[in-house]
C-alpha cells in the first residue's frame, strides 16, 4: 500500500507564475489535509477536504490560493501569480474516514525566484 | 491564537537518557492528541496518539502521557538513541465523530531534540 504521494517534490516558479500542487492520498483515505511549513516555523493548517467538498478552508489565504479533492484523481493546491513569500514546503496528509491519525506525504518544496 | 504549545524550541539529550518532550493546548474541545516526527526534508511521521479517555499510552520506547484537567501532554522516549535525533510535533484533533472541521489537526511549533552519542 503505497503512502501518501506529493509530486514534484521540487517546484521552481518566477513571480506572477502558477504553482500546482498535487497530492495522491493512500488507498481507501477519503480525507485530504494541506499544510504550509515556512523556514523555522511549524505545520500551519491550510484546507481540509473530503471528495468534492471543502470542509474547512479557515488557513487558506483568501486570494490566490485554491484548492480541490475531484471524485476521481488527485488533490491539487493552485497558487496563481506566486510571489517570494509563498517559497514554502506544502504538504499534504490523508486519513480514513473514521480515523484521526492522518499520513503525510514527502512534501513539495516550492521556490519563487 | 496558538492553541497547541511547544514551550521548548530544542532538547538535548545523552544517549540512553530519557527525552521528555512537552506539549500545552487551550481548546477544551480537542479530545485526541498526537506526536509526529520529522527530519529534515521529509514529512512528518505518525509516531503515537492518545485520546482523552486515556492517560496514558505505550509504544515500545515511546510513551505519551495526558494530564487533562491541566490540558498538557508529553512524549517519554526511553532510552534515547541518536537515530531519534529530529523535530518532534504534538498535535490535537476533535474526535472523528463529532465530525466537520473538528477533525483538523492543529500542530504546535515543534520542539528539535538532539541525542548526542
Known amino acids: 500500500n503505497a503512502g501518501v504521494m506529493q509530486n514534484p517534490r521540487h517546484l521552481v516558479r518566477r513571480r506572477g507564475q502558477e504553482a500546482r500542487l498535487r497530492c495522491s492520498p493512500m488507498k481507501g483515505h477519503s480525507h485530504v489535509y494541506w499544510y504550509r511549513q515556512l523556514p523555522e516555523e511549524g505545520l500551519k493548517f491550510m484546507v481540509y477536504l473530503q471528495k468534492e467538498n471543502i470542509i474547512d478552508e479557515s488557513g487558506m489565504p483568501k486570494e490566490r490560493f485554491s484548492a480541490e479533492f475531484p471524485k476521481e484523481g488527485p488533490s491539487i493546491l493552485r497558487i496563481q501569480q506566486v510571489v517570494r513569500g509563498d517559497s514554502a514546503a506544502y504538504f499534504c496528509?490523508?486519513?480514513?474516514?473514521?480515523?484521526?491519525?492522518?499520513?503525510f506525504g514527502q512534501g513539495t518544496r516550492l521556490t519563487v525566484v | 491564537d496558538q492553541q497547541v504549545k511547544q514551550n521548548s524550541p530544542s532538547l538535548s539529550v545523552q544517549e540512553g537518557r530519557i527525552s521528555i518532550l512537552n506539549c500545552d493546548y487551550t481548546?477544551?474541545?480537542?479530545?485526541?492528541f498526537l506526536w509526529y516526527k520529522k527530519y529534515p526534508a521529509e514529512g512528518p511521521t505518525f509516531l503515537i496518539s492518545?485520546?482523552?479517555?486515556?492517560d496514558k499510552n505505550e509504544d515500545g520506547r515511546f510513551t505519551v502521557f495526558l494530564n487533562k484537567s491541566a490540558k498538557h501532554l508529553s512524549l517519554h522516549i526511553v532510552p534515547s538513541q541518536p537515530g531519534d535525533s529530529a523535530v518532534y510535533f504534538c498535535?490535537?484533533?476533535?474526535?472523528?465523530?463529532?465530525?466537520?472541521?473538528?477533525?483538523?489537526?492543529?500542530f504546535g511549533k515543534g520542539t528539535l531534540l538532539t541525542v548526542n552519542p
Open positions: 492518545i485520546s482523552s479517555i486515556k
Open positions: 496528509a490523508s486519513r480514513e474516514l473514521y480515523d484521526t491519525e492522518a499520513f
Open positions: 481548546n477544551s474541545m480537542f479530545d485526541y
Open positions: 498535535a490535537a484533533s476533535g474526535m472523528a465523530s463529532r465530525g466537520g472541521s473538528n477533525y483538523k489537526l492543529t
